[in-house]
């Protein structure tokens, strides 16, 4: 779900305490409750995020939906704040997510502007993440641009995933069961036969949002994995 430097090239992000209280009985609310990446204002989610580089702590607060700056298309903005240390990444950054053709999106390039105003850095077309109600088996493939200009240019990016069998997964933040894989691949198109440059598999609980996501470099050794685990996280009261 969530990325401090976004799901553009090879870094996927994702923090630590622990908490109180069942999964079961912190689900998001409402329609919600059934979905696998509740979109609630005012929820938040703690992850702890592993590297070779060393440990931080990342914060997700959701802040509900706002129109993209290019095209006046509604999004639903979640902001990624690094609580520490920095290792390169930005202190604060927005995320911006819609719901487009039965799949949960990201659109990659937001930023804040000097007054804190949503702005867009490239790429407007939403990369699926997961599907809205996801089955095991379940497969899809994208091509898009990233970095995208007005006059269309970007640097092509292509795509594909596909669902695995629920499991039960155990995380600083609780025991889940029924939770849904997700593993996606990213290519460079122009090297296609030489296989995925990254594989992503994300874990996702319902009425809870993403658990657990590892990045790797499939062409390098240990020192390219990031592992992010959900620590914390809470909804707003109904």
Request: glycine residues 12%; aromatic residues 10%.
């Amino acid at each position: 779900m969530f990325r401090i430097l976004r799901r553009t090239a090879f870094i996927a992000v994702l923090g630590a305490l622990a908490c109180s209280g069942s999964p079961e009985s912190r689900r998001a609310g409402g329609d919600q409750a059934a979905s696998y990446f509740p979109l609630v204002p005012g929820s938040h989610w703690r992850y702890q995020l592993s590297t070779s580089q060393g440990v931080l702590q990342l914060e997700v607060t959701a802040k509900g939906e706002q129109p993209l700056p290019r095209d006046g298309r509604v999004a639903f903005i979640m902001d990624e704040r690094n609580l520490g240390p920095s290792l390169g990444f930005d202190e604060t950054a927005p995320v911006a997510y819609v719901i487009d053709r039965g799949y949960v999106g990201r659109i990659h390039d937001v930023g804040y502007d000097a007054s804190g105003k949503l702005r867009a850095l490239g790429q407007n077309h939403p990369t699926w993440i997961l599907p809205l109600e996801p089955r095991e088996g379940d497969s899809w493939d994208q091509q898009n641009l990233l970095f995208e200009s007005p006059e269309g240019e970007g640097a092509p990016m292509a795509w594909d995933a596909d669902v695995g069998p629920p499991l039960s997964l155990t995380v600083p933040a609780g025991r889940f069961d029924g939770v849904v894989e997700i593993v996606s691949r990213y290519y460079d198109d122009a090297a296609r036969d030489r296989g995925p440059q990254v594989i992503y598999r994300d874990y996702y609980a319902r009425g809870v949002g993403l658990i657990k996501s590892v990045t790797e470099d499939p062409h390098g050794g240990s020192s390219e994995r990031v592992e992010q685990v959900l620590v914390d996280y809470g909804f707003p009261a109904p």
